[in-house]
């Protein structure tokens, strides 16, 4: 416990060096203050004719709501979140689902899909056409994800134990469009009076994740087909979890392009082309870094076309 303050000056000196003041002062506050709730009405579901949605409606983002903090359990154990017809999310998720655009009939791969509120919006997007091969390597967040999925409806899904670094090589070429919601050092999630979210956070993990971040990226770019779309997405701040992966798949040689995200609606910031001394590929600027505030995570997300 004596070393928990060292942990979060360690963090709040990093969010200073990435994002400079005052931003980095709005970021730090973000993390001590509750967050709205905001849910999803799932279409794929059937839910009763007395339904009326309650809530502020989420601008952008068709059938999602959202309620102060303090009415949280309203949507948490609302009886609908059990049945599958509602679902809590945060906006972020919503906004990497919206990046892909996932069209009826097409084959997707979820690259590292549970706990599967990502998949569920996919599926939903194709109207449970077509295929989502949806992986994921830990076992227990695995049986987690199947679940999920069948009680929201979802049909149009396969489910894989495996390795995500590996199904580039086993399947090239196969998808129309990849989603890797990579996993990461998950400082966006970090809240400052839960001790339990920050435990695990230490700046030797930022460079292990990134490592296999790199890994994934390129079985997902190698699992594409030309002319495909992969929509690369993290809850990390670390420019070494968001950009820096992105620039090494960039600057290994493949036919990529970055492309624009409409973000009118999200506070955000562009991907950033610098980083310490490094100076990045400049299309990465492209990318976006979701500012979080009371309702949404912090996001980075970056959409790449296949060549």
Known sequence: ????????????????????????????????????????????????????????????????????????????????????????????????????????????LDLAAAPGGKTLGIAASMHNTGRIAAVEVVKARFHRLRANLKRCGVTNTTFYLADGRSIGRKVPGRFDRVLLDAPCSSEARIRLADPTTYAHWKPRKIRETARKQVGLLRSAFQALKPGGVLVYCTCAFAPQENELVVDALLSSGVDAEVEPIDVADVPSLPGFNTWQDKTLDPRIERAVRVLPDALWDGFFVCRLRKG
């Not at 279409?43 to 007395?50: A, E």
């Not at 983002?61 to 979140?81: L, W």
């Open 1 to 108: 416990m004596a070393n928990r303050p060292n942990v979060l000056e360690q963090l709040r000196d990093r969010l200073d060096e990435i994002f400079g003041e005052p931003t980095a002062a709005s970021v730090w506050g973000s993390l001590s203050q509750p967050k709205a709730q905001t849910y999803w009405l799932n279409p794929l579901q059937p839910r009763p004719d007395s339904f009326a949605p309650f809530g502020k409606r989420l601008e952008g983002f068709d059938g999602a709501y959202h309620v102060d903090h303090v009415d949280r359990e309203s949507v948490t154990r609302h009886a609908g979140a059990s049945d599958g017809w509602l679902y809590p999310i945060n906006p972020s998720s919503l906004l990497a689902v919206r990046v892909l655009d996932a069209r009826e009939g097409e084959e997707i």
